[in-house]
């Protein structure tokens, strides 16, 4: 993590002495001071990354445990502070029961008028009891059992907010078991992280520099333009670590990513071979087998089936659903509508969760950056996402909830 002096993190004593009562620091090093609401307590550190810092804490306005994305970065580069937009955007505007709530929004020094150039952004939300990574974990170790009636409706419920975002024109791109949250209640999934997220638009060149890379489609891995499939493969990949407790297509780079998924699933058809070019096209054409590896010794009954799976929950129905998600040739792949009416995964199916109104389409002309992907300046987004902050706080009582 860079660090950043505790000049830039505290509130300007010369902001409104009101409006700084409501704030508390909290010392995370000695020179890295996070700023809190007196609202939120108990506050732990979960996990960091490039753009910051996610807390636990206790919202006592409610009672309600929230997680809180303290985002320190955002103005350090021009992909930073887009990750930032587009998310606020997404979430300002996602209504649906399996995407994470945010609850809250605000820059500490924002609220008090600060004189300071750059400010930190927090990003509060509905808690969620886990990763789907660390669920996975555990179960790898046996501290607990991911059967197929529950791996089935975790990706029915991961299908029901991915069709709802793509009903709504957008793209998650970056959809991986640290981007799913599993609450222990109910075994509820949310999605989480929209930075890379935006909307799909067919004359515009879609960045390749989207999806971690072992849940990335093999149209993105050879630079061909996607589409919202790419989201679809992405939930195969995770299915899939789901049996296996471990990814499916890992790989270091790009090529070598290629050839894992090549290796495991036979070489693709010359149609989608004839839409890459020079070296990237000699390349595809001369990585990996034919044929690829049977998808049951790759899912084993011995270690993929569980006492009590019961039809269509099963590991059968769990493999042909991979075959018509995992497909290399996008054309062929299964939309999430299709995905939707597999046997595998509508066992769950209820209109009320796979039929939920999607974001306006005039909400999201409106939102130019979630359609583009060319990249404004830092000083253009600081401008942006100030006004999204300041919109905010008029409309919200971000102190008292």
């Known amino acids: 993590m860079t660090e950043m ?5 505290k509130l300007d004593l010369k902001g409104n002495g009101h409006e700084r009562s409501n704030f508390y620091e909290f010392f995370l090093t000695p020179t890295i001071t996070a700023i809190f609401l007196h609202r939120y307590t108990d506050i732990r550190v979960m996990s960091s990354n490039s753009r910051g810092i996610i807390f636990s804490s206790v919202d006592i306005k409610t009672n309600i445990p929230v997680a809180i994305k303290y985002l320190n970065h955002t103005f350090e580069s021009a992909e930073l502070a887009k990750h930032t937009y587009r998310e ?12 994470v709530q945010m ?16 400010f930190d952004v927090y990003i509060v939300l509905e808690k969620v009891s886990h990763t789907l990574t660390h669920v996975i974990n555990l179960a790898r170790v046996g501290k ?7 791996i089935s409706f975790i990706v029915y419920q991961i299908l029901c907010a991915v069709k709802y975002l793509h009903d709504s024109n957008i793209m998650h791109r970056d959809l991986k078991p640290d981007n799913i949250g599993v609450n222990d209640r109910g075994c ?45 493969w992405s939930i195969g990949c995770v299915l899939a670590e789901m049996l296996l407790k471990k990814p499916m297509f890992p790989g270091e780079h790009y090529f070598l990513q290629w050839n894992t998924i090549v290796r495991v699933l036979g070489k693709p058809g010359g149609a989608f071979l004839n839409r890459l070019e020079g070296k990237t096209r000699e390349y595809a054409l001369s990585a990996g087998p034919q044929s690829g590896i049977r998808m049951e010794e790759l899912f084993p009954e011995k270690t993929c089936s569980f006492p009590g799976d019961q039809e269509p929950l099963n590991l059968q129905h769990a ?13 062929d792949r299964y939309d999430v509508c299709q995905a ?16 939920v109104t999607p974001i306006a389409l005039e909400e999201m002309l409106s939102d130019e950056e979630l359609i583009k992907d060319t990249e404004m300046s830092v000083e253009s987004y600081r401008s942006k996402i100030e006004n999204q902050l300041v919109e905010y706080k008029r409309d919200h009582d971000v102190y008292h909830g």
């Open 5 to 9: 002096s505790a000049e830039n993190k």
């Open 88 to 99: 606020i955007s997404l979430l300002l505007k996602a209504n649906h029961k399996n995407i």
């Open 103 to 118: 609850v809250n929004l605000l820059s500490p020094q924002i609220c008090v008028g600060s004189s300071q150039k750059n």
């Open 144 to 150: 607990n059992i991911l059967t197929h009636k529950h």
């Open 188 to 232: 509820v999934v949310k999605l989480l992280d929209f930075g890379l997220s935006r909307a799909e638009t067919h004359h515009v060149k879609h960045s390749p520099y989207v999806v971690t890379r072992f849940y990335r489609a093999p149209e993105i891995v050879l630079g061909i333009n996607y589409t919202k499939k790419v989201d679809v």
């Open 319 to 331: 493999i042909d659903f991979m075959r018509k998600i995992l497909v290399i040739d996008d054309t």
């Open 340 to 355: 939707l009416e597999h046997v595998y995964v509508s066992y769950w199916k209820n209109d009320s969760e796979t039929n």
